[in-house]
């Protein structure tokens, strides 16, 4: 019975970390059955790597294409163990496979309750995003294409003809609707920029 007992926790535990790209939390390992001395354990036997306090990874999972994004995104979890940041901005828009941008930074649009300090690299942004604005993807959820080009419009970092350029390439790509983009210019005035977006797609 105890053999079945740690077969299970060992089960539900990677098929956790799959879902988070190898990664997973004291909690969550708590969660299924592992105590902080079963971690201890598995971390000397090589069974599990400890990337950072209350952080785990199963070293046979490969590394995933976002590696840095679920990373980003387990560290900002809250008390309750939730991330909080969502992949958004110019970071989205790669995601998306939107544009050829290099962003110097990796941008995460986190609660305006967030009070953790950016890592090295990253630019944070305060804002309450609904729940319709994001979806979820591997091991990270990303700010979804209508949200991700507001964003984008929304600063200078995108040159205009370069916005133009992805308006256009979301429009083709069906990744939003020439309507909710339309609705969204006139209910927001200040969004010239998307409005010229729109006007070049034509």
């Not at 971390?43 to 306090?53: D, L, S, W």
């Not at 040159?159 to 069906?174: K, M, T």
């Amino acid at each position: 019975m105890a053999y079945r007992s740690t077969q299970t926790a060992r089960r539900e535990l990677s098929d956790l970390a799959l879902t988070q790209g190898g990664y997973f939390t004291a909690k969550q390992a708590t969660a299924v059955g592992y105590g902080k001395r079963h971690l201890d354990y598995h971390v000397k036997a090589g069974n599990f790597e400890r990337v950072e306090r209350g952080l785990f990874r199963l070293p046979t999972v490969a590394l995933s294409e976002h590696d840095d994004l679920i990373r980003l995104s387990l560290w900002s979890r809250g008390r309750d163990d939730q991330p909080q940041a969502v992949v958004s901005h110019e970071t989205a828009l790669g995601v998306h496979g939107l544009g050829e941008l290099l962003p110097k930074h990796t941008h995460l649009t986190v609660p305006r309750s967030f009070r953790k300090k950016a890592p090295a690299g990253c630019l944070l942004h305060k804002a309450d995003l609904a729940s319709d604005e994001a979806e979820q993807r591997e091991g990270f959820r990303v700010t979804k294409p209508l949200r991700t080009l507001v964003d984008a419009a929304g600063t200078e970092r995108v040159p205009q003809d370069q916005l133009n350029q992805i308006v256009a390439r979301a429009l083709s790509e069906g990744l939003v609707r020439r309507a909710k983009l339309d609705a969204v210019v006139r209910q927001e005035p200040s969004h010239s920029r998307l409005a010229r977006a729109l006007a070049a797609a034509g």
